[in-house]
C-alpha cells in the first residue's frame, strides 16, 4: 500500500512516479527483495537495491509460524486447544505484551542464531509461492545486489564467541559443532562435506587468526550465496532490466575486532548514508573516500539504472551477467583491479550442487528449545567431533542436532 501511495501521489512532492526506488539492508534488504518479487508491486517499483538480504536468504522465510505462535499466544494467556480462537486471542492482545512474550537471548543459544529468525511466511497472498518461484515478476525491475565481506561475523561470534577473543582458542570440535548445527537437514554427510572444504586452507596454516576467519562459512549461509543466487534469478528471468553485483570490503572501525576483521554485518550503512561526512572527526579521510563512493553509486542507479551515469564514481561498474559473474569490490582502493568475476565461485557451486543434491535427512527443521523448553529429540551432543573419513559416524546418515 504504500508503494501504490507513492507511486499515486510522489508527483505532487516533485518526484517521478516512474521512477520509483526501493532500497535496504539486512532484514531490509529482504523485504525489498520480496517486494520485487510479489505480484501486488507489479509496474510500481523501477528498480532495487538489497544490500546483505535477499528473498533466498534462510532465514528471510518463517517456515515454522504455527509454533511461534503457540509460545507467544502461551505467554500472553491466550488458549491453545484451537488455532482460530488462539488468533482471534492474540490479535485483541496488546501489542507491547505480544512484542515483550518472545525472548530471544543473544548468548546460550542451543542453536545457532539463524534458527531463530524468520520474518514473513507464504501466504498464498502477498507471496503466493516460493520466492525462488516469482521471479518472473521483477523482470523489468533494475536490480542491484551484494554482501559486506564478513557479514556472518555479527552471527558467527553469537554462535561461537572465541571468535573475539584472543585468550581463547577454537577447536576443531567447536568448528565441527557450528557446522553440524548450520546443515541439520543434510545430516552427517552434509556435516562432513561442509566441514571439509571449509577447513581445506587448516592443513597449510592452523594458526587460531586462521581458523577464526571461517566466519566465512556464515558469510556464506546466510548472505553471500542466497545473493548470488537471487543475482542470477534476476539475470535469467530478465530481458531488459539490469543487474549488478558487489562487495563491500572495507575494514570494520571497531576498536574491539581482531586484526584480520573486513566489513561487518551494517558496516556499509554509515557510509551509505554520509556518517564520515557529519561527524568528521570520529573517520579518517579514506572513510569519506568509501562514503563518497558509495553515495555516488548509489544514487546514480536510483537515478538512471546505471551506478556509473551521474555523479563521479570511483571505478567503472560492469552490469551482472550469467557469463561474466561479474561484481565490484568496494573500498578504499578502488582500481582496474576492483572488477571481479565468479565471486567464491567454488563456494557457490559446493552449494548449488553436490550438498544441494544430498538427501534431506530431515524434511522440516525441529524447531529450536526456548527458555522453558527441553531440547528436542536428536539434539546433537556438545562432544561431536568432525567424523573421520573411515568413522561410523562420517558413513550413518543421522540428523545431527536441531
Known amino acids: 500500500m504504500a508503494i501504490a501511495w507513492v507511486k499515486a501521489n510522489i508527483a505532487a512532492f516533485g518526484g517521478d512516479p516512474d521512477n520509483i526506488t526501493i532500497f535496504g539492508e539486512s532484514a531490509g534488504g529482504a523485504s525489498v527483495s520480496l517486494q520485487t518479487l510479489s505480484p501486488y508491486n507489479k509496474g510500481l517499483i523501477r528498480r532495487a537495491i538489497s544490500q546483505s538480504g535477499v528473498a533466498l536468504s534462510p532465514w528471510d522465510i518463517q517456515k515454522n509460524p504455527l509454533f511461534w505462535a503457540k509460545k507467544i499466544a502461551e505467554k500472553v494467556g491466550c488458549p491453545l486447544d484451537y488455532t482460530a480462537t488462539m488468533a482471534q486471542c492474540v490479535k485483541i492482545t496488546d501489542p507491547h505484551s505480544l512484542t515483550l512474550a518472545y525472548n530471544f537471548p543473544l548468548a546460550g543459544l542451543a542453536y545457532p542464531m539463524v534458527h531463530y529468525l524468520g520474518f514473513i511466511v507464504v501466504d498464498g497472498d502477498f507471496l503466493p509461492e516460493d520466492p525462488?518461484?516469482?521471479y518472473g515478476n521483477a523482470a523489468d525491475i533494475d536490480y542491484l545486489a551484494g554482501t559486506n565481506d564478513m557479514d556472518g561475523h555479527?552471527?558467527?561470534t553469537v554462535d561461537m564467541p572465541a571468535i573475539d577473543k584472543s585468550y581463547k582458542d577454537i577447536s576443531d570440535q567447536d568448528?565441527?559443532?557450528l557446522v553440524s548445527g548450520m546443515t541439520v537437514t543434510k545430516g552427517s554427510e552434509g556435516a562432513?562435506?561442509?566441514y571439509s572444504i571449509y577447513t581445506e586452507s587448516w592443513a597449510q596454516d592452523s594458526s587460531q587468526q586462521n581458523k577464526k576467519k571461517t566466519v566465512d562459512l556464515e558469510t556464506d549461509i546466510l548472505f553471500l550465496i542466497p545473493t548470488e543466487m537471487a543475482l542470477a534469478q534476476h539475470r535469467a528471468n530478465s530481458s531488459t532490466a539490469k543487474t549488478y553485483a558487489y562487495l563491500f570490503s572495507h575494514p570494520s572501525r571497531m576498536p574491539i575486532y581482531p586484526s584480520w576483521m573486513g566489513a561487518d554485518h551494517a558496516d556499509d550503512l554509515q557510509y551509505i548514508f554520509?556518517?564520515?561526512?557529519?561527524?568528521?572527526?570520529?573517520?579518517?579521510?579514506?572513510?569519506?573516500?568509501?562514503?563518497k563512493t558509495l553515495i555516488a553509486y548509489w544514487t546514480n542507479f536510483a537515478r538512471t539504472g546505471d551506478p556509473n551515469t551521474g555523479f563521479g564514481s570511483a571505478r567503472h561498474w560492469e552490469p551482472y551477467t550469467l557469463e561474466n559473474g561479474s561484481y565490484l569490490e568496494i573500498n578504499k582502493k578502488m582500481s582496474q583491479d576492483s572488477t571481479k568475476s565468479h565471486l567464491r565461485n567454488s563456494f557457490l557451486q559446493?552449494?548449488?550442487g553436490p550438498t544441494k543434491a544430498l538427501p534431506v535427512v530431515l524434511e522440516?527443521?525441529?524447531?529450536?528449545?526456548?527458555?522453558d523448553a527441553e531440547p528436542s529429540p536428536g539434539a546433537r551432543d556438545d562432544s561431536s567431533t568432525p567424523p573421520a573419513d573411515d568413522s561410523v559416524a562420517a558413513q550413518m546418515p543421522m540428523a545431527i542436532g536441531f
Not at 554520509?274 to 562514503?291: I, L, N
Request: charged share 15%; aromatic share 18%.
Open 154 to 156: 555479527l552471527f558467527a
Open 350 to 352: 559446493f552449494w548449488a
Open 274 to 291: 554520509g556518517k564520515p561526512f557529519a561527524t568528521p572527526t570520529g573517520y579518517r579521510p579514506q572513510d569519506r573516500t568509501v562514503s
Open 364 to 371: 522440516d527443521v525441529p524447531v529450536p528449545p526456548t527458555d
Open 132 to 134: 525462488i518461484i516469482l
Open 192 to 194: 562432513q562435506a561442509t
Open 175 to 177: 568448528f565441527y559443532k
